[in-house]
């Protein structure tokens, strides 16, 4: 991170954090190093670039990110020492963090009814289309998703 900055900008919710990575890459030639998920919703967006670069799209994409849904925080840290890349996730691109998918039975069983839908939507071989998944009842749901997982 030697003669870079990092930039951060803190929203309450991932599209005000897609708008501010968005405006920022846009605003000025950085590059976006991640971002964090946490707790009540609150989402970091990641930006490493010159300086200057950095303030300015940390500034669009704080602008932006307000427009369309509530910012938290902004922050540039001019040249941040190395030891700080310690605390920071190493992120080769930016993806969604993997669901934990129920393993048993029984945690399927407590799972709401619109959580199995959506789990049913993302199992392979689920044999059903999403309006029919809609259209499910919870043991329906539960019978398919056990029978793709254990085809699968």
Do not use: N
Request: aromatic share 2%; hydrophobic share 40%; proline share 4%.
């Amino acid at each position: 991170m030697a003669e870079q900055a990092l930039g951060l900008v803190e929203t309450l919710g991932f599209v005000g954090a897609v708008e501010a990575g968005d405006a920022a890459l846009k605003a000025a030639r950085v590059e976006l190093k991640g971002y964090e998920l946490a707790t009540g919703g609150l989402v970091t967006v990641e930006i490493v670039g010159g300086v200057g670069a950095v303030q300015a799209a940390v500034e669009a994409g704080a602008t932006a990110a307000s427009q369309v849904g509530q910012l938290v925080s902004k922050h540039v840290i001019p040249r941040p020492h190395e030891e700080l890349s310690k605390i920071l996730k190493k992120q080769d691109k930016v993806t969604k963090p993997p669901a934990e998918a129920p393993e048993t039975h029984d945690d399927l069983k407590r799972m709401t009814v619109p959580q199995l839908r959506k789990l049913a939507r993302s199992t392979k071989g689920i044999g059903a289309t999403g309006r029919q998944i809609s259209d499910m009842r919870k043991s329906d749901l539960l019978e398919r998703i056990r029978t793709a997982r254990q085809k699968g």
